[in-house]
């Protein structure tokens, strides 16, 4: 999985006199436009869909055939949302930007229940540097759309966040074209997710239009929506496909009409993937039990869900109480590995020592299992197919997909060997031209043209 990709750099490089002909110049001049990157992340598109021939999403083919793609791109652990998007800002793993949930865990080694607070500002929940945070430096104009891991970062000019703000510029914007109201935004949960996707995007093509932002970072959560629902590989998926490639469609759209199609590069990644389930684990059950919530325990513990692994807390947390934990868990129905926090440093989690966000005990679960707390008193309950994602980074359904294509991209239909999504960052920044040297991923140097 390494970025050091020599053999089919020299096949892109062949290819390199008909590349890209609706999306990409050859390496930018002095009196051309400077380069613009647009990021769309379509959240949980897994690989193995990207692969079916007859996946209808005519415009994603296109951009493959126009550019590159990957056969897959590895997710930082854990395999959700906020940790792999950061990932792909940073390009560090969750040891280095601390980043384990979808937020801030709060509360998380006392005697009561943590929680956690989706609203807490970046500057409290990435431990690193950002390609944004470069990018605004250099000078360059920065914009978020349902970016996640970012509320309130100085360093983006431009937003339109996943909770909108109904006097935020861009929100404002939007009511006065009358393509939403602000009894909506104000409600903006309430719709479907389909129905905010399509305002995000709304949001995107305006801040392309009247702002012409350098970077932009765009997030849609309609397959992950609909597959936490229904499961994996199915025909709700497929269409929610279709309608996210007429999102993306829009995007390139607004890119052309605002006549910047031949400076701009277009990235289309994933966070992670999804698998089907049939069987919900309550984590705390089996703490409950064994007195490790009790008002009289010692070192109560208690455990987060999160689908495709829980983590577990215990306040005044030793080695051998973590090794009792273990014990509690090991063995146990449904369970496909309790770690302590040595192991899961070893597949590139935060220790205790290093982040206060970092687990006691890390559990993952076993296939078609996830970790849930419907059923407060039921351990193992069986329930209808749904979707879940977490599971380890090895799983196959867990893979993101990864298409460039535009200025500064060689190769055309050319296929990459999978990598690490921590190389999107650095790849960015040399597709900016901005200097983001610190970063654990590497820039896919082979996927770029000369200059870059």
Same mark, same amino acid.
């Given at each position: 999985?390494?970025?050091?990709?020599?053999?089919?750099?020299l096949?892109?490089?062949?290819?390199l006199?008909?590349s890209?002909?609706?999306?990409?110049?050859?390496?930018?001049?002095?009196?051309t436009?400077?380069?613009?990157?647009?990021?769309?992340?379509?959240?949980?598109?897994?690989?193995?869909?990207?692969?079916?021939?007859?996946?209808?999403?005519?415009?994603?083919?296109?951009l493959?055939?126009?550019?590159?793609?990957?056969?897959?791109?590895?997710?930082?652990?854990?395999?959700i949302?906020?940790?792999?998007?950061?990932?792909?800002?940073?390009?560090d793993?969750?040891?280095?930007?601390?980043?384990?949930?979808?937020?801030?865990?709060?509360?998380?080694?006392?005697?009561?229940?943590?929680?956690?607070?989706? !609203?807490?500002?970046?500057?409290?929940?990435?431990? &690193?540097?950002? *390609?944004? @945070? =470069?990018?605004? $430096? #250099? /000078?360059?104009?920065?914009?978020?759309?349902?970016?996640?891991?970012?509320?309130?970062?100085?360093?983006?000019?431009?937003?339109?966040?996943?909770?909108?703000?109904?006097?935020?510029?861009?929100?404002?914007?939007?009511?006065?074209?009358?393509?939403?109201?602000?009894?909506?935004?104000?409600?903006?949960?309430?719709?479907?997710?389909?129905?905010?996707?399509?305002?995000?995007?709304?949001?995107?093509?305006?801040?392309?239009?009247?702002?012409?932002p350098?970077?932009?970072?765009?997030?849609?959560?309609?397959?992950?929506?609909?597959?936490?629902?229904?499961?994996?590989?199915?025909n709700?998926?497929? !269409?929610?496909?279709?309608?996210?490639?007429?999102? &993306?469609?829009? *995007?390139? @759209? =607004?890119?052309? $009409? #605002? /006549?910047?199609?031949?400076?701009?590069?277009?990235?289309?990644?994933?966070d992670?993937?999804?698998e089907?389930?049939?069987?919900?684990?309550?984590?705390?059950?089996?703490?409950?039990?064994?007195?490790?919530?009790?008002?009289?325990?010692?070192?109560?513990?208690?455990?987060i869900?999160?689908?495709?692994?829980?983590?577990v807390?215990?306040?005044?947390a030793t080695?051998?109480?973590?090794?009792?934990?273990?014990?509690?868990?090991?063995?146990?129905?449904?369970?496909?590995?309790?770690?302590?926090?040595?192991?899961?440093?070893?597949?590139?989690?935060?220790?205790?020592?290093?982040?206060?966000?970092?687990?006691d005990?890390?559990?993952?679960?076993?296939?078609?299992?996830?970790?849930? @707390?419907?059923?407060?008193?039921?351990?193992?309950?069986?329930?209808?197919?749904?979707?879940?994602?977490?599971?380890?980074?090895?799983?196959?359904?867990?893979?993101?997909?990864?298409?460039a294509?535009?200025?500064?991209?060689?190769?055309?239909?050319?296929?990459?060997?999978?990598?690490?999504?921590?190389?999107?960052?650095?790849?960015?920044?040399?597709?900016?031209?901005?200097?983001?040297?610190?970063?654990?991923?590497?820039?896919?140097?082979?996927?770029?043209?000369?200059?870059?």
């Amino acid at each position: 999985m390494s970025s050091d990709i020599t053999g089919w750099r020299l096949l892109a490089a062949a290819t390199l006199a008909a590349s890209i002909a609706a999306l990409s110049p050859s390496v930018h001049a002095t009196d051309t436009p400077r380069p613009k990157v647009v990021v769309i992340s379509l959240d949980a598109f897994g690989a193995q869909s990207l692969r079916e021939p007859e996946l209808p999403a005519p415009t994603l083919h296109a951009l493959m055939q126009q550019g590159v793609h990957a056969a897959s791109m590895q997710p930082i652990n854990p395999t959700i949302t906020w940790p792999n998007h950061t990932a792909m800002v940073t390009g560090d793993n969750a040891s280095l930007h601390h980043v384990l949930v979808n937020g801030l865990i709060v509360g998380q080694r006392e005697s009561t229940p943590p929680h956690i607070d989706m !609203n807490a500002a970046k500057s409290k929940l990435v431990a &690193v540097p950002t *390609v944004y @945070d =470069a990018a605004h $430096a #250099a /000078g360059l104009v920065t914009a978020e759309v349902d970016w996640v891991a970012i509320m309130d970062a100085p360093t983006i000019d431009w937003r339109f966040p996943e909770k909108p703000n109904p006097d935020g510029a861009i929100e404002q914007d939007l009511v006065k074209q009358g393509i939403v109201t602000r009894a909506q935004l104000m409600q903006f949960g309430e719709p479907s997710q389909a129905w905010r996707d399509r305002m995000y995007t709304n949001a995107a093509v305006d801040i392309i239009r009247r702002h012409h932002p350098d970077l932009l970072l765009l997030h849609l959560l309609a397959l992950d929506s609909i597959e936490h629902e229904t499961g994996y590989g199915n025909n709700a998926g497929r !269409n929610t496909i279709a309608f996210l490639d007429d999102r &993306v469609k829009e *995007v390139i @759209d =607004a890119v052309r $009409a #605002a /006549g910047e199609l031949d400076n701009t590069t277009f990235v289309i990644v994933s966070d992670h993937g999804q698998e089907s389930v049939h069987h919900l684990l309550n984590p705390n059950v089996p703490l409950r039990e064994a007195g490790l919530q009790a008002s009289t325990a010692n070192r109560p513990a208690f455990a987060i869900p999160e689908g495709g692994f829980a983590l577990v807390f215990q306040k005044n947390a030793t080695d051998d109480s973590r090794q009792a934990l273990k014990k509690l868990f090991a063995g146990k129905a449904g369970i496909r590995a309790a770690l302590t926090p040595d192991a899961a440093a070893k597949m590139g989690w935060p220790v205790p020592a290093t982040s206060d966000q970092a687990p006691d005990l890390l559990l993952y679960p076993a296939n078609d299992y996830e970790f849930d @707390d419907k059923y407060a008193t039921q351990y193992d309950a069986p329930t209808l197919q749904g979707g879940a994602h977490g599971y380890p980074n090895s799983e196959p359904l867990m893979q993101a997909i990864f298409i460039a294509a535009g200025t500064g991209i060689q190769g055309k239909g050319v296929e990459i060997p999978a990598f690490h999504n921590v190389d999107v960052a650095p790849t960015i920044a040399r597709l900016l031209h901005i200097r983001f040297d610190d970063a654990e991923g590497k820039p896919l140097t082979g996927i770029l043209a000369p200059g870059y």
